[in-house]
């Protein structure tokens, strides 16, 4: 299974890299095929500019970086992000991630009513979180905004009915001995992810096509003949 790793935090030594590379070694023991994306390494530009809109509007991509993801994505059978909580959601990376890379005609298509219909070819998504907010006043005073974003707000409307959230709170002030503990857990459950179903996997099939369609149509269309003065 194709297992695509998502991580959103600048700092190096960070918990969320600690329980990033448990993940990929649960998973790479398990005989998965993990594929990672550090938004921060690679710098990823969140910002929705005019030119994103527009093309938003068109159902394109006009960020190469954006649409390097997209290819990651619709290779991948698993989804797993990775990120601190800020303010109560993810960091700004992850979310521009989520509006520049989760555009019509690659990640959905909607009806007249505004009800979208998925095109991903996921089988879920593995939420994993750290935060310094204890987890039963997160849960119930702020009513756990990150999980409804992530599995309601966006992969629940795409047809993703398997999101996971695997939370950490409070990572500073636990013991290094729970701390590891968690390692240990995911690094299990990473292991044991579920593999899709054959609806998924046709599906995943039909979006590759597609896109290697789209890829090939537009690589055959002809060059613009560049407009200069004339003498």
């Not at 991903?120 to 939420?127: I, N, R």
């Not at 996997?201 to 590759?208: H, K």
């Amino acid at each position: 299974m194709r297992v695509l790793l998502v991580i959103d935090h600048p700092y190096e030594g960070s918990y969320s890299r600690a329980l990033a590379a448990a993940a990929i070694r649960g998973a790479t023991t398990a005989g998965h095929e993990v594929d990672v994306i550090d938004l921060d390494l690679d710098d990823f530009d969140p910002v929705v500019r005019r030119a994103d809109l527009g093309a938003w509007r068109e159902g394109r991509t006009v960020d190469p970086q954006a649409a390097g993801y997209q290819e990651r994505l619709a290779a991948a059978d698993h989804l797993v992000l990775v990120h601190p909580v800020w303010w109560e959601v993810m960091p700004a990376r992850l979310k521009g991630f989520f509006d520049k890379v989760l555009v019509p005609g690659f990640a959905y298509t909607e009806n007249r009513v505004g009800a979208l219909r998925g095109l991903l070819g996921l089988s879920g998504v593995t939420l994993v979180t750290t935060m310094t907010t204890p987890g039963p006043l997160y849960r119930t005073w702020f009513g756990a905004p990150v999980q409804r974003v992530v599995a309601r707000g966006v992969f629940g409307q795409l047809g993703v009915r398997r999101v996971r959230w695997v939370n950490h709170s409070r990572v500073a002030q636990v013991s290094p001995a729970r701390r590891e503990r968690w390692l240990s857990r995911l690094e299990r459950l990473a292991a044991d992810l579920p593999e899709p179903s054959a609806t998924v996997r046709d599906r995943a099939a039909r979006r590759r096509r597609d896109l290697a369609a789209q890829e090939a149509a537009r690589q055959a269309l002809p060059s613009p003949t560049p407009v200069g003065p004339t003498s």
